[in-house]
């Protein structure tokens, strides 16, 4: 399993940025898909998730109405599209897959890429 996440970066507040999580190595339409971050002195927190038909989705309340998750399974991918962002958005954000049904629980997926970097400041 293969999950390269790309696209953070510095962004100043109200920005955005849109978060790609290249997979390879397995049946990529067959997962879950989740992002996650992890902010500095903070326990990693889901963001979002996304479900293998990506017909079912989740996010966290803060997180909710700014951004969308979505995947491409026929380009073995998942995206993170982030809008309006705010200085406490800032995180290394990871994607992870997990067969079977799309959750919001970190300790649930099994596959992690290695993070990208996103820092919300003016």
């Known amino acids: 399993f293969q999950l390269q996440a790309s696209g953070g970066g510095l962004v100043q507040p109200g920005g955005s940025l849109k978060l790609s999580c290249a997979a390879s190595g397995f049946a990529f339409d067959e997962y879950a898909i989740g992002w996650f971050r992890q902010a500095p002195g903070k326990e990693r927190e889901a963001v979002s998730c996304i479900n293998h038909r990506a017909d079912t989705t989740y996010y966290a309340d803060s997180v909710k109405g700014r951004f969308t998750i979505s995947r491409d399974n026929a380009k073995n991918t998942a995206y993170l599209q982030m809008y309006a962002l705010k200085p406490e958005d800032t995180a290394v954000y990871y994607c992870?897959?997990?067969?079977?049904?799309?959750?919001?629980?970190?300790?649930?997926?099994?596959?992690w890429g290695q993070g990208t970097q996103v820092t919300v400041s003016s």
């Open positions: 992870a897959v997990r067969w079977g049904l799309a959750i919001m629980d970190p300790e649930s997926y099994d596959d």
